[in-house]
């Protein structure tokens, strides 16, 4: 055995060790010479781009850009021949299907063994699903901020309903802490689900909770994901409802009941259309009778017979007699259910 043959078996080593790093790569890794021409293609290379090596080694590198950018890749050669590398940026190529993939690139000169440059070795990483989250974050951040302002609006609104029907300082605290509290519980549960929507069932129990008698208020209905506005102006109006039937209605005094139902039902010219209804009776008359009247037509009639059904391009009425208070809203079932997701199970359920 030569004395050479020991550094020989290294280098041979220290090459099947590169290969082997190279071809269990999650990256796509692909070598060009300094005529864009591919002549290493590895196995994350076939996975990324479609392309077998049989297909892709030989080709220009061409393959793989899209036509409008292919002046990039004459400015990579150009630097590549001066010995410069490419830092990672993010750049747009092409699969064998013909559908474009978000990648981040860098590329880096080869040498001979005599120090000339005689191609390069580019390294492509898939950040599509990076992308994506990107997107998903900017769309999230413009529907929060759309929101926000939103939700200023109302509560400004909210503020000079409240002060117009306030006997004093005390109760106009009172009265905005608490419908502000209800915009927040309307708030958590779209964050909850990250602003895909809420169920109206939730949205129900999680406003009327504050006023407690859950045994007096029975629920029926489809089951529903509602779309985020439909969240906050239906959340509005069951908190209004709720504490007006905590004060003067069916849960301030024994034996009063509060039911809510809604369906989805056909309209003419076949749309569909939601219809909600909330009833609550007593046993016997409510004390004070005009008096109480009254008092009950504040913020909340303005958000029952104005805000709510406006802010979803529907109509609703609301009837006021002697122990008894029915509230019903018919909207578009568009403007209040997720696209796709709004009905869930069409068989109704009782609670």
Do not use: C
């Not at 039937?245 to 749309?271: F, M, N």
Request: glycine share 8%.
């Amino acid at each position: 055995m030569t004395e050479s043959g020991a550094p020989q078996r290294q280098d041979a080593s220290a090459d099947a060790r590169l290969a082997a790093i190279v071809d269990s790569s999650f990256d796509a890794i692909i070598a060009k010479d300094l005529n864009s021409v591919i002549t290493d293609w590895n196995h994350a290379a076939e996975r990324m781009f479609g392309y077998t090596a049989e297909e892709a080694i030989g080709q220009s590198i061409l393959l793989l850009i899209p036509e409008h950018m292919h002046d990039e890749e004459s400015d990579i050669i150009g630097r590549i021949r001066r010995g410069e590398g490419v830092a990672s940026y993010e750049t747009t190529r092409r699969r064998k299907d013909g559908s474009l993939l978000a990648v981040s690139l860098t590329v880096s000169p080869i040498r001979s063994s005599g120090g000339e440059i005689v191609g390069a070795s580019q390294i492509a990483r898939d950040i599509t699903a990076a992308k994506e989250s990107e997107r998903r974050i900017r769309l999230l951040m413009r529907e929060v901020n759309h929101r926000v302002k939103n939700q200023f609006a109302v509560i400004l609104s909210m503020v000079r309903e409240t002060n117009k029907r306030s006997a004093s300082p005390g109760e106009f605290e009172e009265m905005i802490r608490s419908r502000i509290m209800a915009l927040s519980r309307s708030h958590d549960l779209l964050v909850t689900s990250e602003w895909a929507g809420a169920s109206l069932f939730d949205l129900i129990q999680e406003h009327l909770k504050p006023f407690g008698h859950e045994e007096r208020i029975s629920l029926s209905g489809p089951l529903l994901t509602l779309q985020s506005n439909a969240v906050q102006n239906l959340g509005m109006a069951f908190h209004e409802l709720g504490t007006n039937s905590s004060k003067y209605g069916a849960l301030a005094g024994e034996g009063g009941h509060v039911e809510i139902t809604w369906t989805v039902e056909t309209g003419p010219q076949a749309r569909r259309l939601f219809h909600l209804v909330w009833q609550e009776t007593l046993n016997g008359h409510a004390d004070g009778g005009e008096a109480d009247e009254t008092a009950r037509k504040g913020f909340g009639t303005v958000v029952l017979q104005r805000v709510a059904p406006q802010s979803l391009s529907g109509s609703s009425s609301l009837e006021r007699s002697q122990g008894a208070l029915k509230w019903s809203l018919t909207a578009p079932l568009e403007a209040i259910v997720m696209p796709q997701l709004g009905v869930e199970n069409e068989s109704d359920f009782s609670v």
